[in-house]
């Protein structure tokens, strides 16, 4: 009985689920948590500032197309009057 609880104190301290190697593998889980969670951001960052060149470009073409009466190279304005 004496050489179980030896054997079971032993796992606690030195196996591979023990007290230290469980604290290490939070220690990193916590690390991860913050690198991932500045990546979310920045990945937003990101995907906010292509969705505002992709939805600007279209916003500054469509006003000069309709108040300063721009067209692209090859392109025909056909205006109709009513």
Known sequence: MI???VILHAQLWVGRGSIPSVSAMTQ????QREHN???????ERLA???RDLKEGM???EERARFEL??????EILVQ???
Do not use: C, F, Y
Request: zero cysteines; glycine letters at 4%; a neutral charge.
């Open 37 to 43: 969670e500045a990546a979310r951001q920045a990945n």
């Open 28 to 31: 990193q889980l916590a690390a």
């Open 80 to 82: 109709i009057s009513r």
């Open 48 to 50: 906010a500032e292509v």
């Open 3 to 5: 050489a179980l609880l």
């Open 58 to 60: 279209e916003m500054v």
């Open 69 to 74: 009466g721009m067209l692209k190279p090859n």
